[in-house]
């Protein structure tokens, strides 16, 4: 699918490279650094709720984590966008990467002085603020790094997402082992040095590009106003709201996403409930998510379902649905490891078909407020959906909380199958 505007792209940015993505120095520098970066992630990720959980006990004050983490990117996501669409791209990747390092060694020596929840959870969320600007930076930067060809950005952006996922499934195995050895501050640490060499590594894939894309710098004339600010901010949303295949899907997500956000932090307290429930299990469970994801990244790019979109699209949740309710049907313990490959086989199909499909779809002077845009409506409803569904496992079960992330996963599959431009989509 090649619009006119990724006609542009390819005629003012770098040109197509030839052979193998793998053979490609620009993508190759640029996957070295979202791999390492990613295991580090892990560290933070696996560590810091574990801290917590550990330090100052109940569900809550690992729910509060989560809630921390998905802030920033709910309020302030919209106007990340008009500053990726304003900026020199790789100057945000690379001034976000040097920011997150020094926030998380901050937040590794706040941990290691053991101060009060409040001050950890300040660290959370400002460190979830250069990531406002990080994800749309890299959406608008892959498509210039492959030329524009669709299929390239499709397997660039697999490959990528794919060792993200297989971090995923590794990251949480050696943060267990590696917290039983060192302090949550060492692994900080690791990660602060993982965002220090992403940051290089982010130098480095500018320095070798061919050419220096037109489109990593803003147009020469754009408004600075509030006004003009808000009528980007605007421009995002119009885009999402006019195109006939996101719309009725980002209709949906806020609610689907906030359930689908939520299962990490209800799992373990719903496999306590079960009579096979152990913290073993659980990690199985986790690694099995990311399992699924790689499996459904590698399906969609290496056949022809990215040229069926529609089928990702309306299966996506439907599939996710029906799993976690057969999880909520039995006892049997190998059954949450089985669901939860299934949750993640979809997310990982979804996101290549989402993502590959905004590459090829958007105007390249639109992506990084677009991209901002389906990032923050996405996220929007997640710290209420979290504070939701604990409220139900707590005033009633885990697992009815799981039951009514079932649901909703289904019934959000079932209304975007009556949509003929969501199931028809190329």
């Known amino acids: 699918m090649e619009t006119s505007a990724e006609k542009s792209d390819v005629r003012h940015d770098v040109k197509a490279p030839s052979g193998s993505v793998l053979r490609h120095v620009p993508f190759l520098l640029l996957w070295a650094a979202m791999a390492q970066s990613a295991l580090g992630d892990q560290f933070f990720k696996v560590g810091v709720p574990w801290h917590i959980t550990a330090g100052y006990g109940g569900l809550f004050s690992s729910a509060l ?28 990747l690379v001034a976000a990467d040097l920011l997150r390092a020094v926030l998380v060694g901050g937040l590794a020596a706040v941990i290691s002085s053991q101060t009060g929840l409040p001050a950890v959870l300040t660290g959370v969320l400002l460190l979830a603020v ?37 971090m995923a499934v590794l ?32 130098i480095a894939v500018k320095r070798s590009l061919p050419t220096q894309p037109a489109s990593l710098m803003p147009p020469s004339k754009e408004p600075r106003s509030m006004h003009g600010v808000y009528n980007d901010v605007r421009a995002g949303l119009r885009f999402l709201s006019s195109n006939p295949v996101l719309r009725p899907q980002f209709l949906a997500y806020p609610v689907l996403d906030a359930a689908q956000y939520s299962i990490a932090f209800l799992l373990p307290g719903y496999l306590v409930t079960r009579s096979a429930g152990s913290s073993e299990l659980f990690g199985i469970a986790i690694a099995a998510i990311g399992v699924g994801r790689i499996a459904g990244l590698f399906l969609v790019s290496h056949t022809p379902l990215l040229r069926h979109r529609g089928i990702v699209f309306v299966g996506n949740y439907a599939v996710q649905g029906c799993a976690v309710l057969l999880m909520c049907a039995t006892n049997s313990a190998w059954i949450p490891p089985l669901a939860m490959f299934f949750v ?36 929007a409803a997640m710290p209420i959906g979290l504070l939701l569904l604990g409220w139900i496992a707590a005033s009633a079960t885990a697992t009815v909380a799981m039951v009514c992330i079932g649901v909703v996963f289904v019934a959000g599959g079932a209304f975007l199958a009556t949509r003929s431009t969501v199931r028809e989509a190329k």
Request: no cysteine.
């Open 130 to 166: 250069p990531g406002v600007v990080f994800m749309p930076a890299l959406q608008t930067v892959l498509p210039l790094i492959a030329g524009g060809d669709v299929k390239r950005v499709a397997r660039m952006d697999a490959i990528i997402i794919g060792s993200t996922n297989t």
């Open 344 to 379: 993640g086989l979809p997310a990982g199909m979804a996101t290549v078909a989402v993502t590959s499909y905004l590459q090829s779809a958007v105007p390249g002077e639109l992506r990084g407020r677009v991209f901002a845009a389906v990032m923050s409506v996405t996220t």
């Open 171 to 202: 990251g949480p195995s050696l943060t267990g082992l590696a917290l039983s050895v060192v302090s949550i501050g060492w692994l900080l640490t690791a990660d602060a040095v993982s965002f220090a060499v992403s940051a290089l590594l982010l």
């Open 65 to 92: 984590v989560g809630i921390a983490t998905a802030l920033p990117l709910a309020i302030l996501g919209l106007l990340g966008g008009v500053m990726v669409d304003r900026s020199n791209r790789f100057t945000l």
